[in-house]
């Protein structure tokens, strides 16, 4: 299986600033077709899981400019700017490269 | 708008089954597959299959075979999942939802608890 680590934010992180989440695969999520199959979520407290990012960059229907997925291969990043009290929560990166499919442990994200 | 609503919480015995229903509204529901996900208490996502409604075709993670069982009633556009042999280890709450790029629509999630 192929396996999701992700990295652990300092925080608690001043509203407007912002916070770069990582996320790093254990194989190439590339796949033959030239997209990345990585996708990003935001669970909050007591919320089910929202769709940010998939295909590593490609903002799901709705969400703000202000989230943008990047990275290689393998290692992943997922940029919120300006941070506001309404991004606090866990954020999950997920590969969809092959089954089964996984997901990362999670990144808390706190506002000050 | 599309909406996935999930049946209520569960109480069962170990050694039970339950069945767990997902409902979908606002979309054409044999055109997209639906994911089932778990997630235990304070604990991180795990993944266990799909269903695609328009023809039944299903996809499991290994891990799960044996215990899960996707389907999907086109008439009334709701997808099942059933979770046989159960024991504390399937306390959680599991989650429906919709692929279109991504899991792009989530149900609210169902809260299955397993105890005597």
């Known amino acids: 299986d192929i396996v999701m680590t992700q990295g652990v934010l300092p925080n608690p992180v001043p509203s407007g600033e912002s916070a770069s989440i990582t996320c790093r695969s254990s194989?190439?999520?590339?796949?033959?077709?030239?997209?990345?199959?990585l996708n990003w979520f935001l669970q909050r407290p007591g919320q089910s899981p929202q769709l940010l990012t998939y295909?590593?960059?490609t903002r799901a229907s709705g969400v703000s400019d202000r989230f943008s997925g990047s990275g290689s291969g393998t290692y992943f990043t997922l940029k919120i700017s300006r941070v506001r009290a309404e991004d606090a929560g866990v954020y999950y990166c997920?590969?969809?490269?092959?089954?089964?499919?996984?997901f990362g442990s999670g990144t808390k994200l706190e506002i000050k | 708008q599309v909406q996935l609503q999930q049946s209520g919480a569960e109480l069962v015995k170990p050694g039970s089954s339950v069945k767990i229903s997902c409902k979908a509204s606002?979309?054409?529901?044999?055109?997209?597959?639906m994911h089932w996900i778990k997630q235990q208490p304070g604990n991180g996502l795990e993944w266990i299959g799909w269903?695609?409604?328009?023809?039944?075709?299903?996809k499991y993670n290994q891990k799960f075979n044996g215990k899960a069982t996707l389907t999907a009633d086109k008439s009334s556009s709701t997808a099942y999942m059933q979770l046989s042999s159960l024991t504390s280890e399937d306390s959680a709450v599991y989650f429906c939802?919709?692929?279109?790029?991504?899991?792009?629509?989530w149900g609210q999630g169902v809260m299955v608890t397993v105890s005597s």
């Open positions: 939802a919709r692929h279109s790029g991504g899991l792009d629509y």
């Open positions: 606002g979309y054409t529901f044999t055109s997209y597959d």
């Open positions: 269903i695609y409604p328009g023809n039944g075709n299903t």
């Open positions: 194989k190439s999520l590339v796949y033959k077709d030239g997209k990345t199959y």
């Open positions: 295909w590593m960059s």
């Open positions: 997920q590969q969809v490269r092959e089954y089964p499919l996984t």
